[in-house]
């Protein structure tokens, strides 16, 4: 898997890639991470990347020139034009970080994990001209319903949440399918369960415990050291539904 960076900030990612999985994954050569300055596509000596938006409003937003001219650059191939329309090389997404995009799911990044290549566009500003989004970008991506200076953080979010799910950044696959959001994680009624009216989509994880046992008072649930497998399996669904319920109840369902 390849990733490739834009961002007007290079800098940016020395730190969020040089520690824990992304290193590791970096170093075994299952992912390659390519960082591309965006003003290197500039025309002026100012190297300009953003101007003043048609029809007013606050702020700067960033010029489709560069941003379509990085991509065709990283890519090999033209990005088309009004009356040619093309699309990215197969296996690869040109992925667009902004606050109007669709939300990042888990699902997203597990349908992302199956491409060769992602772009990953980092908006700046108040916003990016909307043809990038429209014609050059294949995913538009929010990280959450919040608004944050720039795509660095967004896109390095992206770039964690795909690379663990890549056969062999874990070192054990079964790490990521009893995570929150995992596919394992979904709510279903088991044998003797009864049918609730609400159900979540998927459930987070369940709570976890670790030494000492008693800590300032506060006692590890006793089943968990029982040594009693199928109890601890039904005790970390229960506490899994509730947790779900507490802290994510957008995550409920109403089902007929």
């Known amino acids: 898997m390849r990733f490739d960076l834009i961002t007007i900030f290079p800098e940016f990612f020395a730190g969020p890639l040089d520690h824990g999985i992304v290193r590791r994954a970096r170093e075994a050569g299952i992912v390659q991470i390519h960082v591309q300055d965006l003003r290197e596509f500039t025309k002026d000596r100012h190297k300009t990347v953003d101007d003043r938006p048609f029809g007013g ?47 990042f799911t888990q699902e997203t990044a597990r349908r992302l994990a199956k491409l060769e290549r992602i772009v990953l566009l980092c908006g700046r500003y108040e916003g990016v001209d909307e043809r990038v989004a429209e ?36 070192g054990n696959e079964a790490s990521t399918e009893n995570e929150s959001f995992s596919g394992s994680g979904e709510w279903r009624v088991a044998s003797g369960e009864k049918e609730s009216s609400e159900r979540p989509r998927v459930m987070l994880d369940f709570p976890h415990y670790t030494r000492p046992a008693d800590f300032r008072g506060w006692k590890v649930p006793e089943v968990l050291i029982s040594g009693h497998h ?23 369902r109403e089902i007929g």
């Open 230 to 252: 199928a109890e601890v399996a039904k005790w970390r669904r229960e506490q899994a539904k509730a947790k779900t319920c507490r802290n994510r109840p957008d995550l409920v």
């Open 57 to 103: 409003g606050e702020g700067m937003v960033l010029k489709p020139e560069p941003l379509f001219e990085a991509v065709e650059k990283l890519l090999g191939q033209p990005m088309g034009t009004e009356r040619e329309k093309a699309a990215p090389p197969e296996g690869t997404a040109i992925v667009l970080l902004s606050a109007a995009g669709k939300l």
């Open 135 to 170: 014609h050059l970008a294949t995913d538009e991506i929010s990280v959450g319903d919040y608004v944050l200076s720039g795509g660095e953080l967004p896109a390095a979010i992206v770039l964690d949440a795909v690379t663990r799910l890549l056969p062999g950044a874990l």
